[in-house]
């Protein structure tokens, strides 16, 4: 669907092998054939020979347009053949072709397939073979021009460029590419594809036609005639531009031209359905940050919780609404009834369109001073053109003042404004619609041998480096084309410079990431594209409307102006639209019906396709399904991939509700029944209740077995976390904590080397036992965007910091001390590293040497509220690292640091007794009453927490190694706080409050259940509790082992590392807050 680039002409030199290249059959060619078989292919370029050690042969040849990444390829790929599959002609693939075969010796064979794009997709499916299945595939080509929407069948089948692009980034620059343009070639977190192109919808518009008819306009209309900025604007002005004379021929001509394309389509309805990618925080100056938020799962196409074609809602019509009306203020008026295609390519030219909506390529065709599909001089009204005007302008597409609300039920079309829309500029919603990702290169990952592989990597990475104008196919796609330098070099090659400068305007706004503001729309890049496709395209186009009102359409042939839309005639509209959008509901389960997999399996494939994290395996979407939304559990066939009895534990009312019965044990009354039954119907209905009672009997074993089995796994994982890191532990040497000024993102000390990474457990206790001391602070954000705005709790740390090791008496110059803090040692930018690194932070709590709660009055950034001691103690994240510290460490090496007064206050002796309570903290994500998850962040610190508990009971019954009195009560008050407090501590379930359907619910669920009582019996009984040692493979179960770096006290870094040389005379929790 995209349209062809704007071609370079062809030199003279090359007009042989040009025509050649066109018009030679495959037939006559000594190559295999596929399905659909190319039908056209460069001639051989024979090497006859190449020596590297002829430099000056080599630099001439190797360092042209200058690039540098060919300067040490001489003659490397000299007598390898590679082939190269391509389905849309470019003058520029003969020279570029020829200059890598004299620098590389590569003989590149270039083959088009017969029928271009629209076969293309078929014969990659062909030769590369499908994505799952090796064993199919022809394997003729070595590599492709491939776009997006045809990868997802054959991505498993390509080479991961990933590897490749990380060792030649110098030149490939991968993150320079625009943002949509990666995300369309990346699938499960590898690069399949290399973009060298970008395809968007963009709007053109006539400088000469809005000069001339300003003033006739605003005579008729009463209002100036403005370049739209809405789409709301541009069929209005679209509408009133229709009847005014374009081409000064004397009669009427049309509003905007296009061709009628689901493309086109998209782009009306991206800015009113798709409102920011990521949550968003308000800042204090009324903004809208949405650079750390979590993804929203909004897009244009299926609701990414259930796969429901998001078409049911008022912003879906409003989008029909307005682009009916568009289209019949169009060309199509005039080119319809007459029985011909309703092309802008052939519109356009005529002069009769004030503008035009298209792809980059061929809007740079259409606005250009001399192609084939440009006006020609006699039919614009350059009179009307002021001195520096041009006529063939560009804008990017407008964008909404309406938007649905994605988080009211039924997606209510509402105003942009505040929260709903949060990316507004003038309370106006963009959302550039990237349609299909445009072109890319990709290597075949299964036949291509690996020099023939090498060389067509070696040929991409050179295009990559090369100038725009240089590159076959290639339209401006990186943000460094961006630059004022790249836009003049634009403007001479078109020899434009007010084309130049309108593309640039245009791929600012577009280019933009996510931390900037962008909001880019994916195309729908997952298996079945075309099909769906080709539903919304025979529904919207041929069937609704382009299709005549005798025939159910709105499209009056015999007289277009009677032609119905929602202004004209509304009632027969929302009839009609009503019938369309069932319609296409209906085509759109015909899809999901053909796929493997069904809508399940395409869900699991659209939420991968836009990158969604936390990502959810089939099983996890139905798992959440079945607490929020029975009836999609249902629709995707759930119960393929769900046996409820495994749930009955985590979901046991969520089971219920759907199945009653499912999670009951069998009692009894079945032997009664039986003998009654017996005596009533015979042998006959015995033998069928025995049955029956028997099947119920392996049920209740099977939900028994799933429930032991469960219950033993989790059991066995808290043991494994206490002794391995999910993700390494990283710190930031004292002195270089202190020199940055304030608290630095984690990416910015990973780049800059300022980062010591520890693997593994075994590392740390290495690292301690060398003598180095690892301080763990232990904060509250003060703003919803950044950790510490006001820079208050970072200059706490440094004093505090500073105060420890003067206690202690080490180095004044911090080398051996090393900070963990969460913003720094934590990846931000990468959700699912920082999953990883959540789920260690029981480990790297524990792990420390000393902990310090940094706790000062500091104002809430973007709240009316203080954030203190009492608020840092109320939340239950905050909680939990004391607690994995304290039952680790005790709390002797533990302190309060609130004040600015080198203050450094060492914890009470029972300071662990709030905190133990853990699960009474509070919690984001029960405040928001978990809408769209099941989960909650509770059920995420049982294992570490069963883990700690497991040890820490452990160690008192088989006592401590030395006999050291003061670790062994610290370890006996832990206990008899648990023992005393143990529901409140480690609570079996919980209230958890959710949404389903709008309503809202509330449920018991199992927390902790009984596996306190289940880790006691192993350790009671000495079995089960083993632990792998990292390197021996060893296993232990003595009491001992809670013991690491070599310490012989229960109290691991405390006692060992000098914090008992401290005077502790804070004897009461509230002494803490008075100081």
């Not at 030679?24 to 295999?32: A, F, I, R, Y």
């Not at 029928?115 to 003729?140: C, H, K, P, R, W």
């Not at 005790?890 to 450094?904: E, F, W």
Request: aromatic content about 10%; proline content about 4%.
């Amino acid at each position: 669907m995209t349209s062809p680039r704007q071609s370079s002409a062809i030199p003279s030199s090359l007009f042989t092998l040009a025509t050649l290249m066109t018009s030679v059959p495959l037939s006559l060619l000594p190559t295999p054939t596929l399905s659909q078989s190319p039908d056209q292919c460069t001639p051989d370029i024979i090497n006859t020979g190449c020596d590297p050690s002829n430099t000056t042969y080599c630099t001439l040849h190797c360092t042209l347009h200058g690039s540098t990444y060919l300067s040490d390829k001489c003659c490397k790929h000299y007598g390898i053949t590679a082939s190269l599959l391509a389905f849309e002609e470019s003058a520029l693939w003969i020279p570029r072709i020829d200059e890598y075969q004299k620098c590389t010796g590569a003989n590149i064979r270039l083959q088009y397939v017969e029928g271009g794009e629209d076969f293309m997709g078929q014969a990659l499916l062909d030769d590369v073979g499908e994505s799952e299945d090796e064993t199919t595939g022809q394997g003729i080509y070595d590599a492709y021009i491939v776009q997006a929407p045809w990868l997802p069948p054959v991505y498993g089948g390509l080479k991961s460029l990933s590897e490749y692009i990380k060792l030649n980034d110098e030149y490939i620059n991968f993150m320079d590419i625009n943002q949509a343009s990666r995300s369309a070639v990346s699938f499960d977190g590898e690069v399949r594809a290399l973009p060298l192109d970008a395809d968007y919808i963009a709007m053109g518009w006539r400088q000469d036609v809005f000069n001339a008819h300003k003033d006739a306009y605003f005579e008729k209309y009463g209002e100036e005639l403005k370049v739209p900025t809405t789409i709301e604007e541009l069929v209005d002005v679209s509408e009133k531009l229709n009847g005014f004379d374009h081409n000064g021929d004397g009669e009427g001509d049309w509003g905007f031209c296009l061709t009628p394309q689901t493309n086109y389509f998209n782009a009306f309805l991206s800015p009113v359905m798709q409102t920011h990618l990521k949550e968003c925080e308000q800042k204090g100056d009324g903004s809208y940050d949405c650079s750390r938020g979590a993804n929203t799962g909004q897009n244009i196409f299926f609701d990414v919780d259930n796969f429901d074609p998001l078409i049911f809602n008022e912003g879906f019509k409003y989008a029909v609404e307005l682009y009916t009306r568009f289209v019949q203020a169009s060309n199509c008026q005039t080119e319809t009834p007459a029985g011909q295609k309703c092309d802008r390519k052939s519109a356009f030219p005529t002069g009769r369109c004030a503008g035009v909506i298209s792809m980059p390529g061929t809007l740079t065709n259409l606005l250009s001073e001399n192609d084939s599909y440009s006006i020609p001089p006699e039919y614009r009204l350059s009179s009307a053109l002021e001195p520096g005007q041009y006529h063939g302008r560009r804008a990017r597409f407008p964008g909404s003042t309406k938007v649905v609300d994605w988080k009211i039920g039924g997606m209510p079309l509402v105003d942009c404004r505040g929260a709903v829309c949060p990316l507004a500029e003038d309370g106006i919603n963009y959302a550039p619609f990237f349609a299909e990702g445009g072109e890319s290169y990709a290597l075949n990952g299964r036949q291509s041998k690996p020099s023939a592989t090498d060389a067509m990597w070696d040929m991409f990475t050179w295009l990559a480096e090369l100038p725009v104008g240089n590159i076959p196919l290639s339209g401006v796609y990186r943000r460094s084309q961006l630059t004022d330098e790249a836009t003049q070099e634009l403007a001479e090659m078109l020899n434009n410079t007010v084309m130049a400068d309108d593309l640039h305007d245009v791929l600012v706004h577009f280019f933009k990431n996510d931390d900037e503001g962008g909001n880019q729309v994916q195309d729908l890049f997952i298996i079945g594209f075309d099909d769906y496709n080709d539903a919304l395209d025979t529904e919207l186009h041929q069937n609704l409307i382009m299709a005549d009102i005798n025939d159910g359409g709105l499209f009056d042939m015999a007289n277009p102006r009677n032609s119905i839309n929602s202004v004209t005639n509304k009632a027969e509209f929302d009839y009609r639209y009503n019938r369309f959008v069932e319609a296409l509901a209906r085509r759109y389960q015909e899809v999901n019906a053909k796929a493997d997999g069904g809508a399940l399996h395409q869900l699991y494939l659209w939420r991968g396709a836009l990158d969604l994290r936390p990502a959810k395996t089939e099983f996890e979407i139905c798992q959440d399904l079945l607490a929020t939304d029975v009836e999609s559990f249902d629709n995707l066939n759930c119960l393929n991939v769900v046996q409820l009895e495994t749930l009955c534990q985590s979901q046991r009312s969520d089971v219920e509700e759907y199945a009653p019965g499912t999670c009951k044990t069998n009692n009894d009354n079945s032997t009664i029944i039986i003998a009654v039954l017996c005596s009533i119907v015979g042998a006959g209905v015995v033998a069928f209740v025995v049955y029956y009672t028997y099947k119920r009997y392996q049920n209740y074993r099977r939900i028994t077995m799933a429930h032991e089995q469960l219950m033993e796994s989790t059991l066995n994982e808290a043991i494994r976390a206490l002794h391995q890191l999910d993700y390494p532990l990283h710190l930031i040497r004292g002195d270089e904590f202190i020199d940055e000024g304030k608290l630095i993102r984690h990416e910015v000390l990973r780049n800059n080397h300022k980062l010591t990474v520890l693997d593994s457990l075994s590392d740390v206790d290495a690292f301690i036992t060398a003598g180095q001391h690892v301080v763990f602070f232990s904060h509250q954000w003060t703003s919803f965007t950044v950790p510490d705005p006001s820079n208050n709790q970072y200059e706490t740390m440094c004093i505090s910091l500073r105060e420890l090791v003067k206690q202690n008496g080490w180095s004044e110059n911090l080398k051996d001390v090393f900070v963990w803090v969460d913003f720094s040692c934590i990846p931000q930018a990468n959700p699912s590293t920082q999953n990883l690194a959540i789920r260690s932070l029981a480990a790297y709590a524990s792990s420390a040497t000393y902990f310090i709660i940094v706790a000062p009055d500091t104002p809430h950034a973007d709240l009316d509220d203080t954030c203190d001691l009492d608020t840092y103690q109320r939340r239950m994240w905050c909680r939990a690292e004391q607690v994995c510290h304290s039952m680790r460490n005790g709390t002797s090496g533990m302190y309060l640091a609130v004040r600015k007064d080198n203050a450094l206050i060492p914890v009470i002796s029972d300071f662990f007794r709030e905190s133990l309570r853990v699960f009474e903290g509070e919690l984001t994500c029960c405040r928001l009453e978990h809408k769209g998850t099941s989960a909650c962040d509770r059920q995420s610190l049982v294992i570490p927490l069963l883990g700690l508990y497991g040890e820490l009971y452990r160690a008192a019954k088989d006592g401590i190694k030395g006999g050291n009195a003061e670790a062994l009560s610290s370890v006996e008050a832990f206990l008899k706080e648990i023992e005393e407090h143990q529901e409140s501590v480690f609570p079996r379930t919980f209230q958890r409050v959710t949404w389903r359907k709008n309503k809202r619910y509330t449920e018991e669920v199992v927390l902790f259940g009984d596996l306190i009582d289940r880790m006691k019996y192993r350790i009671d009984h000495g079995i089960g509790f083993a632990i792998d040692t990292e390197n021996t493979g060893t296993v232990s179960s003595k009491g001992s082992e809670f013991i690491r770096h070599g310490a012989s006290d229960f109290l691991r870094h405390g006692v060992v590392h000098g914090a008992s040389a401290h005077n502790r005379n804070v004897t009461d929790f509230d002494d803490h807050v008075d100081k």
